[in-house]
């Protein structure tokens, strides 16, 4: 176990993605707390934060009871229904008078996120999204862009990106990668100013986890070429 994963810890997250977040913020300072979470569910990886550390921020989410159980939950919150896409998510941040800069980014929609994390002009000092690890640690490609894009209707495992596609749009922004969580789901990134030996930066084929439940990620993606995807250079 890599020393990123052994501060992974559950806690209201899917795998160990809270107890990792938390661990990067205790080594690079919480700032003001304010987070912006895209595709947040019953399980999303601010739990830890905004139930237990007093943080606060926006929520976006396209089905409506997760958007309710949200305003129930957590009161500083501003949760909103809705589809985010290339197209629409600069003026979702602008009509929801999200900052320019928060302290974290969460993504996960389970298809687009490379290009909607690509669209964003949000400034971010620490985001964590979700990889496809089904593309593999060697490519960089990611789905095709389809701003009506549905996982529900295709090959479950066509989806998101792979970790050096990420990752080289994260160069782009001036951030880096310090490690994915042991499950091959989510990966961590954090603004290079950051960065120290205690949370230095690590490569695509040092960080890459496969997917717990997946199994050989060859066989995978050889599925995932019929569907058609996107080589991507930053």
């Keep these: ?19 990792i977040i938390r661990y990067i913020f205790d080594t690079i300072g919480s700032g003001s707390k304010g987070l912006v979470e895209i595709g947040f569910g019953r399980e999303c990886n601010a739990v830890n934060l905004l139930s237990n550390y007093g943080w606060w921020g926006w929520l976006f989410d396209a089905e409506p009871t997760n958007v309710l159980m949200a305003q129930l939950r957590w009161l500083r919150c501003k949760p909103f229904l809705a589809f985010v896409s290339v197209e629409n998510i600069n003026k979702l941040m602008e009509v929801s008078e999200v900052p320019k800069e928060v302290d974290m980014l969460s993504i996960d ?42 996982r529900e ?11 050096r596609a990420l990752t080289r749009l994260a160069k782009e922004k001036g951030m880096s990668l310090v490690g ?55």
């Excluded at 295709?154 to 970790?163: E, F, K, M």
């Design 109 to 150: 929609i389970d298809g687009n996120d490379y290009w909607v994390w690509k669209a964003m002009t949000l400034d971010a000092r620490m985001v964590v999204i979700e990889y496809n690890a089904s593309f593999g640690s060697e490519e960089s490609i990611t789905i095709k862009y389809d701003p009506e894009f549905s």
């Design 153 to 163: 209707h295709i090959n479950r495992n066509y989806h998101g990106a792979s970790l």
């Design 180 to 234: 994915c969580e042991g499950s091959g789901v989510n990966a961590f990134f954090v603004k290079d100013e950051y960065l120290t030996d205690e949370l230095p930066a690590v490569s695509p084929e040092e960080a890459y986890y496969p997917h717990r439940l997946r199994g050989d990620w060859v066989t995978a993606l050889a599925k995932i070429r019929e569907q058609g995807y996107e080589l991507v250079e930053v």
């Design 1 to 19: 176990m890599d020393k990123l994963n052994r501060h992974g810890k559950a806690i209201g997250s899917q795998n160990g993605e809270a107890g």
